[in-house]
């Protein structure tokens, strides 16, 4: 069975001017130890859905369950299972690196001698170690990613959520970031689900494709095969598949990763 | 329920850390009301303020609501820096206790503003306030209710604006009427009719009437029963409305 799937899953927000219809019915799946890139050019609905699937935004149609447990009526069970890593990291910048991986575990609900320990072993694993008595503010932009994934990761979960993970990163930073995510996956079979809009690293990262468009799903499938459907051979560019399916890139005037 | 006071224990835990890390930041909200008792006080020494006590039984337990009042609403400002920071969202995402991350931060701030209320009264002590000390520990009492039930609607509008820019003038614009009209700095009963009249419509009134009763050594009152029905109704309805803008929202 799928550890992360999705059916039908909507969202419409009700505004002054009416109602917006932000996703409009979302069909996914993710299996153990797969890397799933989410794409879709801005304002597809790709936020949405993550606040949805994360239980920060309840849907208000259609159904998800992410290992095994609903998101509507055991979203407890949902935070339990899944890992999420926003964009923003979600660090405070005057807490030192060990305070907020202590704290991370023990929301996880874990004994404060096993967050200590998980603490270490964690900091010990992302090459952390050094700097777990510095501020959070004093690290590094890849350092600050090594990080807010550790906090992602604090209590092993079974999917881990990432939000344009790479972005603001150098090039070393990011492919060091690629090779983690990789590395997380292949040792603990951690189901990864990630947006970004750079079609590079999805091309790199993931083992398949959903790119969404105007609230829905639009095309499906390992980077390879579609570029084969839409670009015509596997060794066309992603962006050009990109661009057949949405009629668009996929962020303005960003398609490169920054400091290229 | 275990895993509710441990979360809350955690959530105070990381916010009390976070404020003794910043001494300055722990004496500046006494500074307003001191300079009051400082400069303020004197001036109404040998007014007939109250029939009975002095006229500091009638003004201190004023600065000590007014301490709550504008430390408490402004509390809201460390929670929009959170957010942007996304600090509120990684938390949301765990399984920690939503009341929980409600509780942790209303206790630590009514602990902060206790004890700047304790340095007040010292002050005031030195100035010549004598007053019994059930009263002043009834006034402390009621520091604490007003800063859990403030803090809360601070947080929970806090949560709903995006800007610090957006928050400060509506606070400002919240606590300048309700300093006036409840009577902080002269009771209410001096003035004409309809300001009596008005004042009756805003709930700290009858928290700043009891917290005078208590400093006179009147504890069986009306006044101090209509003061702890209007706390706690205060209580019960903003943490209500907070702990629903942190199950719901936040952006």
Partial sequence: MAVLSASGLARTFTTPRGPVEAVRGIDLTAERGEILGFLGPNGAGKTTTLRMLTTLLTPTGGTATVAGCDLVRDPLGVRRASGYVAQSGGVDPNVSVREELVTQARLYRLGKAEAASRTEELAADLGLTGLLDRKTATLSGGQRRRLDLAMGLTHRPQVLFLDEPTTGLDPGSRADLWDLVRRIRTEHGTTVFLTTHYLDEADALADRLVIVDQGVVVAEGTPDALKRAHAGSAAASLQDAFLAVTGRSAASGDRTPVAV | ?251
């Fill in chain 2, 1 to 251: 329920m275990s895993s509710f006071l441990s979360d809350t224990a955690l959530i105070f835990g990381r916010y009390a850390r976070q404020t003794l890390r910043s001494r300055l930041q722990m004496l500046f909200g006494v500074l307003m009301p001191l300079l009051y008792l400082l400069f303020f006080g004197p001036l109404l020494t040998d007014l007939p303020l109250s029939s009975t006590g002095s006229s500091w039984q009638v003004l201190v337990p004023g600065l000590l609501l007014q301490l709550g009042l504008f430390g408490a609403s402004f509390c809201g400002f460390g929670i929009i820096l959170e957010k942007q920071y996304g600090v509120v969202e990684r938390m949301r995402v765990t399984p920690v206790s939503r009341l929980a991350l409600l509780l942790g931060r209303v206790l630590r701030d009514a602990a902060l503003f206790v004890f700047q209320a304790v340095l007040l009264v010292l002050a005031a002590l030195v100035m010549g306030l004598r007053a019994p000390l059930p009263g002043i520990l009834i006034g402390f009492a009621f520091v604490a209710v007003l800063t859990v039930a403030l803090a809360s609607l601070s947080y929970a509008l806090a949560l709903k604006v995006h800007t610090p820019q957006e928050f400060g003038p509506v606070i400002n614009s919240l606590t300048m009427p309700s300093m006036l009209l409840s009577g902080l700095m002269l009771p209410m009963t001096l003035g004409p009719k309809w300001l009596d009249v008005l004042s009756h419509f805003m709930p700290l009134r009858y928290l700043v009437d009891a917290v005078r009763a208590a400093f006179v050594g009147s504890y069986a009152s009306s006044a101090m029963l209509h003061g702890v029905l209007a706390a706690l109704v205060l209580v019960t309805v903003s943490m209500t409305l907070c702990t629903r803008a942190f199950r719901r929202s936040a952006a």
